[in-house]
């Protein structure tokens, strides 16, 4: 099915540990991002990318690195992971306009302990 | 830089019930409006849609929106809910001109008891 993949759907990590959230999308779409989402504080955005080889901050990128590797492929680095990261993450696309909304994946749940 | 409101973190209204989540916005620009809808466990799928011309919206799951832009809101309302729509939905708002990020609300629960 046509959509946004990510991998994996689950993770452990112990503090200090490293590791990279891929998302990839076959929708011919221009722009990706990363989201977080806790309770009670909605989704909230660590970085974008506007087009193929750009990158952005977004609300939230303190901890986090990110590569648009080609057009299909946006990825999520923690390179020293902390509690604070333990959440729920989000890949979507979407064309640059944004008229069709963004597309999202079935996100990575993602502990720190 | 636009913004949203979500007032309701959660909503409990019974089965067959009408029901409205309230959603309002902020922005120095025209804009676009949506709603998703997130069920348990799942990621966020886009519910309806506001672009221009009519104010009012439809999905096709019964669920409707309409756009005020005197009082800023796209307030989400279906005339009887169903088990089924228990679920957090989220408003979001993005500027309709060159590239802009979408702005998402903090989120209304909606839970539909028999």
């Known amino acids: 099915n046509a959509g946004v993949t990510q991998t994996p759907k689950f993770q452990v990590l112990k503090t200090g540990q490293s590791m990279t959230l891929q998302c990839a999308q076959d929708?011919?779409?221009?722009?990706m991002y990363w989201y977080r989402q806790d309770p009670g504080m909605g989704l909230r955005l660590i970085y974008y990318?506007?087009?193929?080889?750009?990158?952005d901050k977004g609300e939230v990128p303190n901890g986090y690195n990110v590569s648009r590797l080609n057009k299909r492929e946006f990825s999520l680095r923690l390179e020293s992971a902390a509690p604070s990261q333990t959440s729920v993450y989000f890949c979507?696309?979407?064309?640059?306009?944004?008229?069709?909304?963004?597309?999202f994946g079935s996100g990575t749940r993602l502990t720190v302990v | 830089a636009q913004s949203v409101t979500q007032l309701d973190s959660q909503v409990p209204v019974f089965e067959e019930a009408p029901v409205e989540l309230r959603c309002n916005y902020s922005?120095?620009?025209?804009?676009?409006l949506f709603w998703y809808v997130q069920y348990p466990n799942q990621g966020l799928q886009l519910l309806l849609k506001?672009?221009?011309?009519?104010?009012l919206v439809k999905s096709i799951n019964g669920f409707e929106a309409e756009f005020n832009k005197s009082q800023t809101s796209f307030h989400l309302r279906k005339p009887s809910v169903h088990i089924s729509d228990t679920a957090e939905y989220f408003c979001?708002?993005?500027?309709?001109?060159?590239?802009?990020?979408?702005?998402f609300g903090t989120g209304t629960r909606l839970l539909v008891s028999p």
């Open positions: 929708m011919n779409h221009n722009s």
């Open positions: 506001y672009l221009s011309g009519s104010t």
């Open positions: 922005s120095s620009v025209s804009v676009y």
């Open positions: 979001a708002v993005n500027g309709n001109t060159g590239f802009q990020k979408l702005v």
């Open positions: 990318s506007a087009s193929e080889g750009t990158t």
């Open positions: 979507a696309s979407s064309f640059e306009r944004g008229a069709d909304g963004y597309t």
